[in-house]
T-cell receptor
Framework: EAQVTQNPRYLITVTGKKLTVTCSQN?????MSWYRQDPGLGLRQIYYSMNVEVTDKGDVPEGYKVSRKEKRNFPLILESPSPNQTSLYFC????????????????FGAGSRLTVL | DAKTTQPNSMESNEEEPVHLPCNHSTISGTDYIHWYRQLPSQGPEYVIH???SNVNNRMASLAIAEDRKSSTLILHRATLRDAAVYYC?????????????FGSGTKLNVKP
């Protein structure tokens, strides 16, 4: 089944303890992206990747890192989590992203709910 | 960046049509209009998209105004399963084609 898989689905951690949220897709998609969702703010893009070793900042990148060493994986790294990073996180992928790909649609994972105490 | 405006919430009766409006008055000629929905406790899922012409698929229809400053997502017969938050977003393929801008969406409540 074509899907985007995120882990963990739920995590409670403490301030400053490094954590990684994994994201994997099995559709050979070039484009991957991370979003956070907070009440009243909708989904905001954190980072995105157009292909292996190509990443760029979204609208709210502060406090996050990403890497894209393999096409299928796009982990989100919180080096020193803080309570304001408590949120619901979504990973998404798309076949490709280029000026000619306006029709490309995103496939989302089920989400990872993170609580930082 | 072109943005969209949607009502915060709407209500519909089961098995009746639903028209979800979206305003995008600053849309550019190269922006695609996408609709996604988010069911409770799930990630967003794609519904439909279009550029200039009206579009139909198995889930819904998309009606785009002639001046493209607004669009309407049409669910022909709402079911309880259609209760979700619906997002209208613009895909800028000229300058920011890597970014999808999601607003707060319209929360659709379907009454039995």
């Amino acid at each position: 089944e074509a899907q985007v898989t995120q882990n963990p689905r739920y995590l409670i951690t403490v301030t400053g303890k490094k954590l990684t949220v994994t994201c994997s897709q099995n559709m050979n998609h070039e484009y991957m992206s991370w979003y956070r969702q907070d009440p009243g703010l909708g989904l905001r893009q954190i980072y995105y990747s157009m292909n292996v070793e190509v990443t760029d900042k979204g609208d709210v990148p502060e406090g996050y890192k990403v890497s894209r060493k393999e096409k299928r994986n796009f982990p989100l790294i919180l080096e020193s989590p803080s309570p304001n990073q408590t949120s619901l996180y979504f990973c998404a992928s798309s076949l490709f992203s280029s000026p000619s790909s306006g029709a490309n649609v995103l496939t989302f994972g089920a989400g990872s709910r993170l609580t930082v105490l | 960046d072109a943005k969209t405006t949607q009502p915060n919430s709407m209500e519909s009766n089961e098995e009746e049509p639903v028209h979800l409006p979206c305003n995008h008055s600053t849309i550019s000629g190269t922006d695609y209009i996408h609709w996604y929905r988010q069911l409770p406790s799930q990630g967003p899922e794609y519904v439909i998209h279009g550029l200039t012409s009206n579009v139909n698929n198995r889930m819904a229809s998309l009606a785009i105004a002639e001046d493209r400053k607004s669009s309407t997502l049409i669910l022909h017969r709402a079911t309880l399963r259609d209760a979700a938050v619906y997002y209208c977003i613009l895909r800028d393929v000229q300058y920011n084609f890597n970014k999808f801008y999601f607003g707060s969406g319209t929360k659709l409540n379907v009454k039995p």
